[in-house]
């Protein structure tokens, strides 16, 4: 799924950054990251907001609807910018482990894709990304 959230960005010490996402409050899945300079804690705030809207899929909790960014009040070190993630890209850097699976195809199919040296687990895994999409 794709989601875009309202970030608070807080200006601490030495140009390092604070993050916290405001719709998060609550709802028992704190979203809270920071980063040593701007781009490191923007880096930062997309990861945490990945890892946490995985982890609200994996348990298959609710998620919170995204704020208008225009309602949200900041102090003079912050600002507040929009954050988006796809957690289906998410789910494919970090879950790769392979699952076995059991097939059955006609004995004439096996024997030729055999004798051509065919990774039958290649071939369906190319086959089944093509078949749902990435």
């Known amino acids: 799924m794709k989601y875009t959230y ?3 960005f807080t200006q601490e010490s030495n140009n390092q950054y604070s993050v916290v996402f405001p719709d998060f409050e609550g709802s028992g899945y704190a979203c809270i990251t920071g980063g040593d ?3 490191d804690s923007i880096a930062m705030a997309q990861d945490a907001l990945n ?6 899929e994996q348990d298959k909790a609710t998620v919170p609807i995204s704020s208008d960014i ?4 900041v102090a003079d070190n ?5 954050v988006a993630c796809d957690t ?8 790769t482990k392979a699952v076995k699976k059991t097939l059955t195809i006609p004995s004439w199919l096996n024997a030729k894709a055999e004798k051509q040296g065919v990774n039958f687990s290649q071939i369906l895994q190319d086959a089944l990304i ?3 999409g990435q």
């Open 6 to 8: 309202p970030a608070i």
């Open 37 to 39: 300079d701007l781009n």
């Open 51 to 56: 890892l946490t809207l995985y982890t609200m």
């Open 70 to 73: 225009k309602t949200i009040v």
């Open 78 to 82: 912050e600002f507040v910018t929009l």
């Open 88 to 95: 289906n890209e998410y789910k494919k850097f970090f879950e």
């Open 130 to 132: 093509n078949y749902v």
